[in-house]
């Protein structure tokens, strides 16, 4: 936004803040997390001081909590959100439990995650989680107070349409890569995972995967995360000495790690709103093996930039990732429809236009555009769209 000459100023709040509360005010979380008061007092500030155009909300839980929202509309400030997880209809964020795919809040109300205990195996932090999505269903905040959502795939647009946002109002755009990490000169003599070490992600299939395959076959896992020890003692124990876990990288090192491999797997089993590392795989003119679900199966289209496996199914991913072993030149096609894809999809030249076209009709919703376009009559429609302040 600011390389195309616009003027951002940006509103943050950090988490880490809990850490400082008293604990009495720490038992006041559950209602910030419904209502801020102080982050209402100094947005309102912000907005009568620096009068925007439009609002984009990114995060709000906790520390910000959802009164920002009606600060917007006193002022008569459109609102775009994105979509960057399930929160809104789904406690845990993730659609994801006892090691599968759950949609029972989906289906059946948010008290099936209190009973479950979703959000951090507890159920009062749930509960706290559930109440604050209900009342703000209840009082309209997400119908009438969000002008325009943005999620990150059809997939996703497709389960928050169903969680009840209204369809009208949600547009798809995706997330970018920048800056352009360049296209790898060859592929590598390894297989990269890279992602937090968490139960979703599926680590458990992807070990139970390589268990069967060739001992020349190389395995780099990249990240870091609650599951990293037992992982690591469950690779010892099924004796893959080919798996070599290299924790946390810096995102430039992760970047190299992905360019000199032969291919990214990303075995989630979970939903994943967008999945970032396929973006970036794609950048590197990297080819993606994934699992057949969610928006993964929408990022990576199987036989042209990738391949697909069946969640949670070792055996088949076992089967993909020999198959691709034994193809290296079909594999590197995929690597260059990749880049392709990238180029199409995932520069920032590509989502410019995508978020001001979003801003656009925010405006027109909130019937802005007029009387804007009364005080520029002057400069042309695509210098109008070149402006969000």
Not at 63 to 82: D, L, N
Not at 257 to 272: C, D, M, N, T
């Amino acid at each position: 936004m600011e390389q195309a000459g616009n003027e951002v100023v940006t509103y943050r709040r950090s988490n880490d803040e809990i850490e400082t509360l008293t604990p009495f005010e720490k038992l006041t979380l559950v209602k910030r997390s419904i209502w801020a008061a102080d982050t209402q007092r100094e947005f309102t500030q912000l907005l009568a001081r620096e009068k925007p155009d439009v609002v984009h909300i990114h995060n709000t839980f906790f520390m910000i909590s959802p009164s920002i929202y009606g600060a917007c509309k006193a002022r008569g400030i459109p609102v775009v959100q994105t979509l960057h997880n399930f929160r809104l209809i789904c406690p845990s964020v993730t659609f994801f439990r006892e090691g599968r795919v759950c949609e029972e809040c989906v289906d059946h109300g948010l008290w099936r995650s209190v009973y479950h205990g979703c959000y951090k195996d507890s159920r009062p932090a749930t509960a706290s989680v559930a109440l604050m999505v209900a009342l703000h269903r209840l009082w309209g905040t997400w119908d009438k107070l969000v002008t325009n959502y943005v999620a990150l795939t059809e997939f996703g647009r497709d389960k928050f349409i169903a969680g009840g946002l209204p369809a009208q109002k949600i547009v798809v755009k995706p997330n970018f890569v920048d800056p352009d990490p360049g296209e790898r000169e060859q592929s590598g003599e390894y297989a990269l995972f890279a992602g937090r070490l968490s139960n979703e992600k599926g680590l458990s299939t992807l070990l139970q995967a390589w268990r069967g395959l060739p001992r020349h076959y190389a395995l780099h896992v990249v990240g870091d995360g609650p599951e990293r020890e037992s992982l690591e003692s469950h690779a010892r124990l099924l004796g893959l000495s080919n798996v070599q876990f290299r924790g946390r990288l810096s995102h430039e090192e992760t970047i190299i790690a992905i360019k000199h491999s032969r291919f990214l797997i990303v075995p989630s089993g979970w939903y994943e709103t967008f999945g970032m590392c396929i973006a970036e795989a794609f950048a590197c003119g990297t080819p993606v093996i994934c699992s057949r679900l969610g928006a993964m199966q929408e990022l990576v289209s199987a036989g042209r930039t990738g391949l697909h496996f069946n969640s949670g199914d070792s055996n088949d991913l076992a089967a993909k990732i020999a198959w691709a072993w034994s193809h290296p030149n079909k594999m590197d096609a995929m690597g260059r429809e990749a880049r392709a894809e990238y180029k199409a999809k995932y520069t920032p030249e590509r989502n410019y236009p995508m978020l001001m076209e979003i801003y656009r009709r925010a405006l027109a919703t909130c019937g802005r555009i007029y009387s804007v376009d009364q005080d520029r009559q002057s400069i042309t429609t695509e210098q109008y769209q070149a402006i969000s302040k």
